[in-house]
């Protein structure tokens, strides 16, 4: 019995262990399997993450549709759905029109100005002698800027695809939306939960389209004050430079330096005059700076309440698995994945690592934005 008792403790620790390697190996597994169809699946799942968040954004505007009457004549709510996806569906086919126009634009001027390029950021640093600057040309000219744009205009080329898959995503999820309430209910069987699970998500909702509102209206602002300043400096392309930075402002940090980079490289190749380039460069990294520290946190309040450093491996992480398309969601995903940390106990403390002051949102929170949806659906 004593030599029975001696092993029994060790057997329930080798199995103990061996439990938490099989458990850490399938974890392990799983990640991998998930990030594969993720990069594999890619094209499919960024339009249905873009289907997703244009067809929440759209739920309030299909409320206020259906709430309208002509004399007797209301509108029921399938009429609704359609007006809403007619107009989403042009609005859609109209912005990415636009945006191939500019983008094509500028993909074509910079494949002229391709060549001129590397001369002209190496001459930005004769100052520091010719040795230097020779060294940068040097390096530059083996970089194929030319290869590049060519396949940015090819991965432009899928715009229209998408968008037509985004419109087809949107409409099923219109005519699903009726049946959510009862789906949602079936599934869990407990009255209480499905409950609980509409407000997380009404607060995702809620979350998510109060940060493309204000990131919305900021790049908007931003986008115009870079096109009025680049047409005070006669570059000849202040529209699409200004089209593009309210476009690259929707990603995080580095979208705004891309911007500013991108506005002083068109000035100084256009112009060849390193007065203008400074003056451009200092001009537009002041409002970049200030619309993104000062008017967009004050816009921002607390509605997210998302780490700076979180932000910053989210983008790191969905650009490396989606690519630009990644870098535009990465935000809204995190969003989605702390709302859901905040409320599943297990995951609590990891959403305690995402949110910037270390206070996710809790259950009081959960409930005043569940009651301030119900009241606005009301009115």
């Given at each position: 019995m004593a030599a029975g008792d001696n092993r029994q403790p060790g057997l329930l620790g080798e199995t103990e262990n061996y439990?938490?390697?099989?458990?850490?190996?399938?974890?392990?597994?799983?990640?991998?399997?998930?990030?594969?169809?993720?990069?594999?699946?890619?094209?499919?799942?960024?339009?249905?993450a873009v289907a997703i968040i244009l067809f929440s954004l759209t739920s309030d505007v299909i409320r206020l549709i259906a709430r309208q009457r002509i004399g007797r004549f209301g509108f029921?709510?399938?009429?609704?759905?359609?007006?809403?996806?007619?107009?989403?569906?042009?609005?859609?086919?109209?912005?990415?029109?636009?945006?191939?126009?500019?983008?094509?634009?500028?993909?074509?001027?910079a494949l002229s100005y391709a060549e001129r390029a590397p001369e002209a950021v190496a001459s930005l640093f004769a100052w520091m002698g010719e040795d230097v600057e020779q060294s940068i040309?040097?390096?530059?000219?083996?970089?194929?800027?030319?290869?590049?744009?060519?396949?940015?205009?090819?991965?432009?080329?899928?715009?229209?695809?998408?968008?037509?898959l985004v419109i087809l995503f949107v409409g099923f999820l219109f005519a699903e939306r009726i049946w959510f309430d009862t789906k949602m209910l079936n599934f869990f069987g407990d009255e209480a939960q499905a409950a609980r699970v509409n407000k997380i998500i009404t607060s995702i909702i809620h979350r998510v389209n109060y940060y493309l509102l204000v990131k919305t209206v900021v790049s908007l602002i931003t986008g115009a004050m870079i096109y009025v300043v680049a047409r005070f400096f006669g570059i000849e392309l202040a529209l699409a430079v200004g089209i593009l930075t309210f476009i690259l402002n929707y990603i995080p940090n580095i979208g705004s330096i891309v911007a500013t980079g991108m506005v002083a490289?068109?000035?100084y190749v256009e112009?060849?005059?390193?007065?203008?380039?400074?003056?451009?460069?200092?001009?537009?990294?002041?409002?970049?700076f200030l619309n993104g520290n000062v008017i967009d946190p004050w816009m921002m309040g607390r509605a997210l309440r998302l780490s700076s450093f979180g932000i910053i491996i989210s983008l790191a992480f969905w650009g490396a698995v989606w690519g630009i398309p990644g870098m535009f969601l990465s935000v809204p995903i995190m969003v989605m994945f702390m709302v859901v940390c905040s409320h599943v106990p297990e995951l609590r403390k990891?959403?305690?690592?995402?949110?910037?002051?270390?206070?996710?949102?809790?259950?009081?929170?959960?409930?005043?934005?569940?009651e301030e949806i119900e009241n606005r659906k009301a009115s």
């Open positions: 439990a938490r390697v099989r458990t850490t190996a399938l974890v392990i597994i799983a990640f991998a399997v998930v990030l594969f169809l993720l990069v594999q699946a890619r094209f499919i799942l960024i339009s249905l029921p709510n399938w009429l609704a759905s359609i007006i809403a996806l007619v107009l989403i569906s042009a609005a859609l086919l109209v912005l990415s029109s636009i945006l191939l126009a500019q983008l094509n634009t500028v993909l074509f001027t040309l040097n390096s530059l000219s083996s970089v194929q800027i030319s290869g590049y744009v060519r396949t940015v205009a090819g991965q432009a080329g899928n715009l229209m695809q998408g968008t037509v490289l068109v000035g112009t060849g005059e390193a007065q203008t380039t400074a003056a451009l460069f200092l001009i537009c990294g002041a409002i970049q990891l959403a305690v690592l995402l949110s910037r002051e270390g206070l996710p949102e809790d259950e009081r929170e959960l409930d005043r934005i569940g």
